[in-house]
């Protein structure tokens, strides 16, 4: 069964990059969404085994997400995407039940380390 | 002759490609300034030049007093970039800098010299790095830039640029939202340039669309 996979990002270019840079052989259903209320209600519907979540958007901004399905149990491995070097930024996210924080912009490369460092693939 | 706006898509891709070079400068900032900084690029439009000034009169508020710091560059494009910073966000900037009182003239000076410097630096040269990286662009992908001056202190947005006197024909313009410690500013980067830069970047923009 293929694993159902959340990438959230507010750019349509963003997702599209994230996408490309998923390992080819990775049996994945990939849904897509453009805030963090959108992405809180996919990973309600189950869509979210793994989830690519970025930061800075509108409505709700990935700190939100992380903030909400903490309080659900997070049952969900998420990975951070972001353009924000700071160290604390990333402290902050994996504080905040992130496994991981790639940085932008991503490549392949990047995100197969991550993948396999956490058994994902 | 007038030139057509960024598609949604081009503008999509603007958007991601800056907010990605900004992530430099939050970082950049964050050690300049000492604190963590939340920073984002909401808005990005072109515009011709002669009608930036009602342009940045809507963007800060027409009766709002602002100050900018102008840096020219040239190499792959050439123009101007002129940072624009509202007085509340020159106060804050001060403030979280530890300055206590007054900061005096010179003082605040050098702080929106440093601030646009960051700013502009990051955003051009942050773009130009993934212009090398993402696209088999003829010719290297490098900007030179001149030293920052202050081109106004507290001045009426619209009476900022006068499109008489410049000799770009175009604006890219790009918001800047930071947050700082609870606090909220914003600073406006415009980058004037001639018609064909402004061309140039369409096309990248089309390679990077096709790319993905």
Redesign the interface.
């Known amino acids: 069964m293929s694993l159902p996979i959340l990438v959230v990002d507010d750019s349509a270019m963003a997702r599209k990059m994230l996408i490309k840079s998923l390992p080819p052989e990775w049996d994945v259903e990939i849904s897509q969404a453009e805030n963090g209320v959108q992405a809180i209600e996919a990973y309600r519907a189950g869509k979210a085994a793994v989830m690519f979540l970025d930061l800075t958007m509108p409505v709700l901004d990935g700190y939100g997400v992380l903030e909400t399905l903490r309080k659900e149990d997070l049952n969900s491995m998420v990975i951070v995407v972001s353009a924000d070097i700071q160290p604390v930024a990333q402290e902050r996210v994996l504080s905040m039940g992130a496994i991981a924080f790639v940085k932008k912009p991503v490549s392949s490369e990047l995100i197969s380390t991550v993948l396999k460092q956490y058994g994902v693939i | 002759m007038s030139l057509a706006a960024l598609s949604n898509?081009q503008r999509?891709?603007l958007?991601?490609l800056t907010?990605?070079?900004?992530?430099?400068a939050?970082?950049s900032l964050?050690t300049l300034l000492d604190e963590?900084?939340?920073?984002?690029v909401?808005r990005i439009r072109v515009v011709e030049l002669v009608d930036l000034p009602p342009v940045l009169a809507e963007l800060v508020g027409k009766t709002n007093l602002v100050s900018a710091v102008r840096q020219s560059f040239q190499g792959y494009l050439r123009g101007e970039a002129i940072i624009i910073f509202g007085e509340p966000g020159c106060q804050a900037l001060a403030d979280l800098m530890g300055f206590e009182g007054e900061l005096g003239e010179s003082g605040e000076n050098e702080l929106l010299l440093d601030v646009a410097n960051v700013l502009s630096g990051a955003c051009l040269g942050g773009m130009m790095e993934?212009i090398r990286?993402?696209t088999e662009t003829k010719g290297p992908a490098e900007l030179s830039f001149s030293m920052p001056s202050v081109m106004a202190r507290q001045v009426m947005a619209e009476q900022l640029i006068d499109p008489q006197k410049v000799q770009w024909s175009h604006a890219l313009l790009l918001e800047v939202n930071f947050t700082i410690k609870n606090r909220d500013f914003i600073a406006h980067l415009t980058m004037l340039m001639p018609e064909e830069g402004i061309e140039k970047i369409r096309g990248i923009l089309d390679e990077?669309?096709a790319a993905?």
Not at chain 2, 36 to 40: A, K, M, N, P, Y
């Open positions: 898509d999509d891709a958007q991601e907010n990605i070079a900004m992530g430099q939050g970082a964050a963590f900084v939340d920073l984002s909401p993934q990286n993402f990077f669309l993905f």
